[in-house]
């Protein structure tokens, strides 16, 4: 099993549309989380951090649960600027342990 | 303030050949990570580099080597290129070793190799 495990996508929806993206990670010990954004042929960046309350950035939620080792991501409103692959990350004693990404293509 | 910075931003290599990837990190940060990223999947960890010494390694095989030099910069070094080689090669800078905080990491914008 992976240790970090994302819905594998591609995910389709039309302007406007809310979507979920989920994770999930093996390691209990992981310390910290974050969504990253990756545009094509770019470098990953960070989106937001993810805090065991939950925390709010705009059109954007993250959600985090430790006792299902559970992590998502809420995009309300989609906008074609959020057309990317949405990488959750885990902190891993002292390294970033990557998802495989999940792709969202905002439509017109 | 420049980020971190990585050269080549491309390179095309042929199978066998040697290749040498640099990264100089954020002013004043002295730890270094790579990171490859394959097409399709998420960046892996190949090493991590602490004032000049080896903190971690990922699962590479020996044909992938690195190192730090005083002023923080790093070379990573790839042996005997593989068409499997082929990736995006991503660095990454902190002041510590590992990503910090709510800020984690800061990458560069990467080197994409391909070998043919």
């Known amino acids: 099993r992976k240790e970090v495990e994302q819905d594998p996508g591609p995910f389709n929806v039309p302007e406007g549309a809310t979507v979920a993206f989920n994770c999930t990670y093996s390691?209990?010990?992981?310390?910290?989380f974050f969504w990253y954004r990756q545009d094509c042929r770019k470098e990953p960046k960070l989106l937001m951090s993810?805090?065991?309350s939950g925390n709010e950035d705009g059109r954007f939620t993250a959600q985090l649960n430790r006792a299902s080792q559970y992590i998502s991501l809420l995009i309300r409103d989609s906008k074609l600027s959020d057309s990317a692959t949405y990488l959750c990350v885990v902190k891993s004693g002292q390294n970033f342990v990557f998802g495989p990404g999940t792709r969202l293509s905002v439509l017109p | 303030d420049a980020g971190v910075t990585q050269s080549p931003t491309h390179l095309i290599k042929t199978r066998g050949q040697q290749v040498t990837l640099r990264c100089s990190p954020i002013s004043g940060h002295k730890s270094v990570s790579w990171y490859q990223q394959v097409l399709g999947q998420g960046p892996q960890f190949i090493f991590q580099y602490y004032e000049k010494e080896e903190r971690g390694r990922g699962n590479f095989p020996d044909r992938f080597s690195a190192r730090q030099f005083p002023n923080y910069s790093s070379e990573l070094n790839v042996n005997a290129l593989l068409l499997g080689d082929s990736a995006l090669y991503l660095c990454?800078?902190?002041?510590?070793?590992?990503?910090?905080?709510?800020?984690?990491?800061?990458f560069g914008s990467g080197t994409r190799l391909t070998v043919v």
């Open positions: 993810v805090y065991s």
């Open positions: 990454a800078s902190s002041l510590v070793p590992g990503p910090q905080g709510d800020v984690g990491y800061t």
């Open positions: 390691n209990s010990a992981s310390q910290s």
